[in-house]
Structure formats: structure tokens, C-alpha cells
């Protein structure tokens, strides 16, 4: 199977991410989702993880 970097967050397995990326389309499109988005998809506890995974990240990346 292909994984994706979705599944390297904490909360997102195979399942997950594959609903993630149906829903949403992309790891782009899960990137600039609100935690709102997520949320609807995988519920809100792994929703808030994939959020701030991305926005964590980018803050790191900034700060550079």
C-alpha cells in the first residue's frame, strides 16, 4: 500500500488517512484544511493532531 506522510502522525493510520485523502484530495488539501475539516472526517481528537502537525511544522520552518 502507499503511505503517505499522514500516517507518520500520531492518531492517523492507513484507515485515516485514506478517508483523509477521499474527503479532502490531497496531503496539500489536508495541509490547508481548517481543524474544523479534519475534524468532520477523522473526529476531532486526531483531527487537532493533524492539524497542528502541519501548522507546527510551519511554524518551525518560519522561524528559520
Known amino acids: 500500500t ?3 506522510e499522514l500516517e507518520e502522525i500520531d492518531s492517523v493510520g492507513p484507515k485515516r ?3 483523509l485523502l ?3 484530495g490531497s496531503v ?3 495541509q490547508g484544511a481548517t481543524v474544523e475539516a479534519i475534524s468532520e472526517v ?3 481528537a486526531a483531527g487537532k493532531a493533524v ?3 502541519f501548522h507546527d511544522a510551519e ?3 518560519q522561524a528559520q
Open 2 to 4: 502507499l503511505q503517505t
Open 22 to 24: 477521499e474527503k479532502l
Open 42 to 44: 477523522i473526529g476531532w
Open 28 to 30: 496539500r488539501a489536508v
Open 51 to 53: 492539524w497542528e502537525y
Open 17 to 19: 488517512a485514506k478517508d
Open 59 to 61: 511554524n518551525e520552518r
